[in-house]
């Protein structure tokens, strides 16, 4: 199916890692992209294809994928961190999707 | 740097129809597409559709199949996103995103309201 699932909610405590993760069929063909989003602001890309960070993302993001799952994780995640996660990929017909949104509190 | 800057809110009845403009800078337009992404209030991110700035080519959400047209002017790198027979529901804030793989740059977003 032409859908990306995400748990809604995940805490971390401060300093600590945490992994978000992202199902869906196409993440066997397609790799997913990462969006971080603060309440009142456009989402901003965090990672996007294998492994790779757009110029000011903290090394802190790294991306994974194995399967039907892509994850993202934090290592040592930081105040600054809390936000929505978005995962996105696309489908074989050029469809986009995006993923449900991860709520990430910071403890 | 990449700027997309879109155009201001809008309040319109239900039936009427709306068109959000988005002006590329920093790049040249017709190397990436343009996605529309909107987010209902408390909601996630929802794909609209995708064009092509190269040739117009687009796609559009199934959902939404009928009631959104997507075009871009390259004479002023902007692109537009229509939508007809507005409802209740469609009330979000819309978001135009340079696609170039992934969505590296955003539009700060356009309130659309629909209300009687």
């Known amino acids: 199916s032409s859908e990306l699932t995400q748990d809604p909610a995940v805490s971390v405590a401060l300093g600590q890692t945490v992994r978000i993760t992202c199902q869906g069929d196409?993440?066997?063909?397609?790799?997913a992209s990462w969006y971080q989003q603060k309440p009142g602001q456009a989402p901003v890309l965090v990672i996007y294809?294998?492994?790779n960070r757009p110029s000011g993302i903290p090394d802190r993001f790294s991306g994974s994928s194995s399967g039907n799952t892509a994850s993202l994780t934090i290592t040592g995640a930081q105040a600054e961190d809390e936000a929505d996660y978005y995962c996105?990929?696309?489908?074989?017909?050029?469809?986009?999707?995006f993923g449900g949104g991860t709520k990430l509190t910071v403890l | 740097q990449v700027q997309l800057v879109q155009s201001g809110a809008e309040v319109k009845k239900p039936g009427a129809s709306v068109k959000v403009s988005c002006k590329a800078s920093?790049?040249?337009?017709?190397?990436?597409?343009i996605s529309w992404v909107r987010q209902a209030p408390g909601q996630g991110l929802e794909w609209m559709g995708w064009?092509?700035?190269?040739?117009?080519?687009?796609n559009y959400a199934q959902k939404l199949q009928g009631r959104v047209t997507m075009t871009t002017d390259t004479s002023t790198s902007t692109a537009y996103m229509e939508l007809r027979s507005l409802r209740s529901d469609d009330t979000a804030v819309y978001y135009c995103a340079r696609v170039g793989g992934a969505y590296v740059a955003w539009g700060q977003g356009t309130l659309v309201t629909v209300s009687s």
């Open positions: 196409s993440l066997r063909s397609y790799y």
């Open positions: 920093g790049y040249t337009f017709t190397s990436y597409g």
């Open positions: 996105n990929s696309r489908d074989s017909s050029g469809n986009h999707l």
């Open positions: 294809g294998k492994n």
């Open positions: 064009i092509s700035a190269y040739n117009g080519n687009t």
